[in-house]
């Protein structure tokens, strides 16, 4: 089983920029396809992105196309999410989450079964 943990949620003001990491230990990283989560308030948790195995294919809600990039260092069982533009409305817990059932890409959201406990973003207007 493999243990997640988010970091490098906070506060930010509206058109502002944050880095998450998630920081993966057990398991084979590598061998996962990641993705990023997140629910806001009074909200259903809902798919931010997802980035292959190798780190060379991205996937993207609409909401995050164009300001949010989702990367990973296999070396250091890491992935991040690096957001830019922030807007109020993407307050929200984030979680990262990983496919280490049956791994492909595009990733069957369904399929997602390990979950850090969630960083907090809070953006300002």
């Known amino acids: 089983q493999v243990q997640l943990i988010e970091s490098g949620g906070g506060l930010v003001q509206a058109g502002g920029s944050l880095r998450l990491s998630c920081a993966a230990s057990?398991?084979?990283?590598?061998?996962?396809?990641m993705g990023w989560f997140r629910q806001a308030p009074g909200k259903e948790r809902e798919f931010v992105g997802a980035?292959?195995?190798?780190?060379?294919?991205?996937m993207y809600a609409d909401s995050a196309k164009g300001r949010f990039t989702i990367s990973r260092d296999n070396a250091k069982n890491t992935v991040y999410l690096q957001m830019i533009s922030l807007k109020p409305e993407d307050t929200a817990v984030y979680y990262c989450?990983?496919?280490?059932?049956?791994?492909?890409?595009?990733?069957?959201?369904?399929?997602?079964?390990?979950w850090g406990q969630g960083t907090q973003v809070t953006v300002s207007s």
């Open positions: 980035i292959m195995w190798d780190g060379t294919r991205t």
């Open positions: 057990g398991g084979t990283f590598s061998r996962y396809v």
């Open positions: 989450s990983a496919d280490t059932a049956s791994p492909v890409f595009p990733p069957r959201l369904y399929e997602f079964d390990s």
